[in-house]
């Protein structure tokens, strides 16, 4: 099914999310901080946990159970660790300080372990852990999330999507860039098949029954997303783990809610309070060389041969950087025109009357 595109310039986005936020009371550096880390998800081709999650925080600003203004707070401290009280703020006011805070951590004594409870969805965990690139420092970032996901032999979600994500400095600008879901795909994805009337692929999700299901609508409605691997035979008992991983560096570690205790995906009648961790590697403190190893390690993979010619090996953070740089050959970021049209009626019960052009359509 062939989907009708409209191109958008990641400026005109940012203004519009922004203005969306602000129109329901946000903090401006908060609503910016939002618009940042959703266009970044969009550039790299991570629609899923870009524009198209708009709504939901303007939504939980709206209910209340997403604080407007305020700052994170230290709670406990050492010198290479933190627990972060996120005060109920936005998911990227949160990630931003925690993050800047595991960064100096690292600079001074070689590592930085930040985590926080009391947040809120931050976008695409990757955008924190490649903050560290900046400072030639490995990043890692993890979240837990609401129930999404059915543990491998469960019928029953008691797990999110739990993200993880590694950054890692190469030379000349190049890099390691690990983001992944630790259920097989991210929800957001089965949502826009589902918004634009397409099947999903077997092995994304499972209906109510726990049985294999290519139908979005049976996986949102009483189904789950399943682990990494997919069935029990094909290793999905890895991804069961790996989640119940970041749950231990996250909800546990933090203090936060975990597992099912989590409130429903996208319900607004009860605060997150996410567990977070935010990690700061510093490689100066360790071996020589780190940078030349790197991108050596990426070299030997990008150079493999490929059982398909024309679709050559890559490593983790290639797919993205083409994306991007398709973006900067369009000179913008191509959208579903169905999610322009879905967004601008929110912005219209909002108020906000710089809505997104829907005119510039490409193939």
């Known amino acids: ?29 908060h609503a ?47 010198v290479a660790t933190a627990l972060v009280n996120g005060k109920n703020l936005l998911g990227p006011a949160v990630g931003n300080y925690c993050m800047s805070l595991a960064l100096k951590k690292a600079q001074d004594v070689g590592i930085g372990w930040v985590v926080a409870y009391g947040s809120n969805h931050y976008g695409i965990a990757g955008y ?6 900046k400072k030639n420092m490995i990043g890692m970032c993890y979240t837990n999330s609401s129930p999404l996901m059915v543990p491998t032999r469960g019928k ?22 690990l983001d992944m879901a630790t259920s097989a795909v991210a929800l957001g994805k089965v949502e826009l098949s589902a918004r634009n009337g397409c099947s999903i692929p077997e092995g994304w999700g499972c209906d109510a029954d726990g049985l294999p299901s290519s139908d979005p609508n049976a996986v949102l409605s009483g189904g789950g997303l399943v682990p990494v691997g997919g069935s029990e035979t094909t290793g999905g008992y890895k991804g069961y783990g790996l989640a119940l991983m970041v749950e231990v560096f996250c909800g546990i570690l933090a203090g936060s809610h975990y597992s099912k205790y989590i409130r429903t995906w ?18 100066e403190f360790f071996a020589d060389g780190f940078n030349d190893r790197m991108s050596d390690l990426l070299s030997i993979h990008r150079n493999l041969e490929s059982t398909v010619p024309e679709m050559p090996v890559m490593v983790p953070g290639d797919p993205e ?17 169905s999610v322009v049209k879905h967004m601008n009626k929110v912005a219209s019960t909002l108020g906000v009357t710089l809505l997104l052009p829907t005119h510039r359509l490409i193939q």
């Not at 958008?8 to 936020?21: A, P, S």
């Not at 996410?274 to 590697?281: D, K, T």
Request: with cysteine; glycine share 8%; hydrophobic share 35%.
């Open 128 to 133: 924190y852990s490649m903050q560290a690139l």
């Open 266 to 283: 996208r319900k607004t009648d009860s605060k997150a309070n996410l567990g977070q961790c935010f990690v700061a590697l510093n490689p």
């Open 32 to 78: 910016s901080s939002l618009a940042d880390v959703l266009v970044e998800g969009d550039l790299r081709g991570h629609y899923s946990h870009g524009l198209n999650r708009m709504d939901l925080y303007v939504k939980e600003i709206q209910a209340g159970i997403c604080a407007k203004e305020g700052g994170p707070v230290v709670e406990k401290e050492s």
């Open 1 to 29: 099914m062939s989907l009708t595109r409209c191109l958008l310039v990641k400026t005109e986005v940012k203004e519009f999310i922004k203005q969306c936020m602000l129109a329901v009371g946000t903090n401006a550096s």
């Open 321 to 337: 950087r083409r994306h991007n740089q398709t973006c900067l050959e369009l000179d913008g970021i191509p959208y579903s025109l």
């Open 156 to 177: 029953e979600c008691t797990l999110g999507t739990n993200p993880i994500s590694v950054a890692a400095p190469a030379k000349d600008g190049d890099s390691f860039e």
